[in-house]
């Protein structure tokens, strides 16, 4: 039976493409999330465990049946074990994408990676002055021991207030090396380990605030400093931005050490003469996820859409490559690529995917390899078939590249107009509005509808990853969107020539976030958990969101999920999460998949911190 593609998706080109999938028979996210349904009730809960060759266990949420593994577990035990998990899983995907940047910032500073330079030198002499090296080889070797660092603490938490850097001693959650906290994880996981759910979450928000301060702010600042840090860049966004003459190579993944190589090698003029031979006119990249963050910001390369809408790029028929690395990429395009002649090229040595072409990039072969990827798609223009393309009209405009240092910069070189503005109240307060999709809730409905009504209410909103794709999509990233504000932040916005909601980046680059927050509570000298700010997920999926949530609260904000994490089989640790954890860390998560519901929840707080501050 066709489905009402209104109930899927808000955004008219996903729409648009859903329609198209379902009249060509073509399977995406949506039609699997169905076929689970009703999905598993024990893994909803958390309350099933594999840790052990004695299992799997389950515990019975109603306490009729079992209530202990084998081994004794319960379900507190059993389900603060499997966030730990997540946590790990989810800090190690950021860090190890760090470590990769890591790696060439090294091989750069050795003369090892000719294709790679350094774009920011004054960024670059600010970390090694952070760190207290004189040399580019020496902050290289310093960032790469924050890796295997086997004590506290990681330098970048360092820039977090006094008081919260007090407070995480205290509780004993002061990050360590970062894959020291996750292999902890999997430690205390272990059968037999850690049986206490309170240390294993604390373990969690320690493993969080490794990644956040450690590999998320690592692989940030190192970005900037081999690729630009982010000035305000105007460009556009949606599947419209797909071209119907020209080479279309999409950028979908997260690590910018391929896609900047791919952006460059498109521009090559031996490629676009290449694409005219072919009876293009000319080479397109749009990015996507992730990736697409990184290169929209720093290149103005247009994004082709969100987490949810990769089946539907490949769907419209006109990308002649989908070129891959790692993270939030569905296995299901393998299969879907099969169906038209897109090129599906996975690059990462890490990440393999069934009906793929395997193209490996590694630092030191990188343009070489970029310009083969390149050069497949253009050739592979030629097999593209015009019965079969269809592209969406649907693009809008944006303007992004909000990077801690060009905010600054837009107030004029400090903090004070919008610590002043926060003050006197036309700026009630900020969000930060972060995260993926999840067929779970209507594509981009929470995102939308929470930043729409943030802003309405006078809350500066920063976003990153897939709702930064969503507000881009919507035209929330434009300076005339302050048309939606209410009246004192439509006055910031105007004064100061910038939109109500701010494109920080990718979700590494929520480490920007922390930065900002860090800088302006040590401006008011207060702890972040003072700050009049809130931060939420209103669509999330991803193990890594979970490591971001972890960490975010852990430095204290107060966040709210949009849809509901596998921890409810225990009421103990559902307490400690969205009520026990203010006690502790000052901080504490709500679940609310109502974006309007969610978002006065936001501003409730931020009214609540507002008094709290005498404002
Ligand atoms: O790191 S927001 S779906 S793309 S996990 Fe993935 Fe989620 Fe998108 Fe980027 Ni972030
Ligand atoms: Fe079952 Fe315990 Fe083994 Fe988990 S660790 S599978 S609860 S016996």
């Not at 247009?302 to 089946?311: I, K, R, T, V, W």
């Not at 002649?341 to 072969?365: D, L, N, Q, Y």
Request: glycine fraction near 10%.
């Amino acid at each position: 039976m066709a489905k009402d593609v209104r109930d899927r998706s808000i955004d008219p080109a996903s729409r648009e493409m859903l329609d198209v999938c379902q009249r060509a028979g073509l399977e995406t996210a949506w039609d699997r999330f169905e076929k689970q349904q009703p999905q598993c009730g024990f893994g909803e809960l958390g309350l099933c465990c594999r840790n052990c060759n004695m299992g799997p266990c389950r515990i019975d949420p109603f306490g009729e049946g079992a209530i202990k593994g084998v081994c004794g577990a319960t379900a507190d035990i059993i389900v603060a074990r499997n966030l730990l998990r997540s946590i790990a899983a989810g800090a190690s995907a950021h860090s190890d994408h760090a470590r990769d940047v890591a790696h060439t910032f090294r091989a750069v500073s050795m003369g090892e990676a000719p294709s790679y330079s350094i774009k920011d030198q004054a960024k670059l002499e600010r970390l090694m002055s952070e760190y207290g090296v004189d040399t580019q080889i020496a902050l290289a070797d310093a960032i790469m021991a924050q890796f295997g660092k086997q004590d506290g603490p990681l330098q970048f938490t360092g820039r977090a207030p006094a008081k919260r850097l007090e407070l995480w001693k205290k509780l004993g959650i002061e990050p360590r090396g970062i894959d020291r906290e996750i292999v902890e994880c999997m430690h205390r996981t272990h059968m037999g380990v850690d049986n206490d759910y309170v240390s294993l979450i604390l373990q969690g928000l320690r493993t969080g605030l490794a990644d956040g301060w450690g590999g998320s702010m690592i692989a940030t600042e190192l970005q900037d400093v081999l690729f630009g840090t982010p000035t305000p860049t105007f460009s556009e966004a949606n599947l419209g931005v797909l071209e119907p003459n020209q080479v279309n190579v999409i950028v979908h993944g997260h690590e910018p050490l391929l896609s900047e190589m791919i952006v460059a090698a498109a521009a090559d003029p031996e490629m676009v003469e290449l694409a005219t031979k072919q009876g293009a006119v000319g080479i397109n990249v749009a990015g996507m996820c992730c990736t697409g963050n990184e290169v929209l910001m720093r290149h103005g390369v247009p994004a082709a859409g969100n987490f949810l809408q990769q089946e539907l790029a490949v769907a419209t028929g006109a990308v002649d490559a989908m070129v891959v690395d790692v993270q939030c990429v569905m296995p299901a395009l393998g299969a879907l690529a099969g169906c038209f002649h897109t090129k599906f090229i996975s690059t990462s040595p890490k990440a393999k995917f069934p009906g793929a072409v395997h193209m490996e990039f590694h630092e030191e072969t990188a343009p070489e390899t970029a310009k083969s990827i390149v050069s497949a798609a253009v050739q592979n223009y030629k097999n593209r078939n015009p019965a079969k393309v269809h592209i969406p009209k649907e693009k809008s405009k944006c303007m992004v590249g909000f990077s801690v240092e060009t905010i600054v910069g837009a107030l004029g070189g400090n903090l004070d107009p919008l610590i002043g503005a926060i003050k006197s109240g036309a700026v009630r307060g900020i969000g930060a509005v972060v995260g993926c999709n999840n067929p779970k809730i209507v594509h981009d409905y929470g995102h939308i509808n929470m930043v729409k009504e943030l802003i309405k209410n006078n809350v500066l909103v920063l976003t990153t990853g897939c709702n930064a794709h969503a507000c881009a999509k919507a035209g929330l990233l434009l300076p005339e969107a302050a048309d939606l504000a209410g009246e004192g932040l439509k006055g910031v916005c105007k004064a100061l020539g910038i939109p109500p909601v701010l494109h920080m980046g990718s979700c590494v680059d929520i480490s920007r976030i922390l930065t900002a927050a860090a800088a302006v509570a040590n401006a008011l000298g207060v702890d972040i958990s003072d700050l009049p700010a809130a931060g939420a997920a209103p669509e999330w999926m991803s193990e890594k969101a979970v490591a971001i949530g972890a960490y975010v609260v852990g430095s204290g904000v107060y966040t709210v999920l949009g849809t509901v994490p596998q921890v409810l089989g225990s009421s103990a640790v559902a307490g400690l999460l969205t009520a026990g954890a203010k006690d502790v860390v000052g901080a504490c998560f709500a679940v609310e998949p109502d974006p309007f519901k969610a978002a006065t929840l936001m501003i409730d707080h931020i009214d609540s911190q507002r008094k709290k501050l005498g404002l």
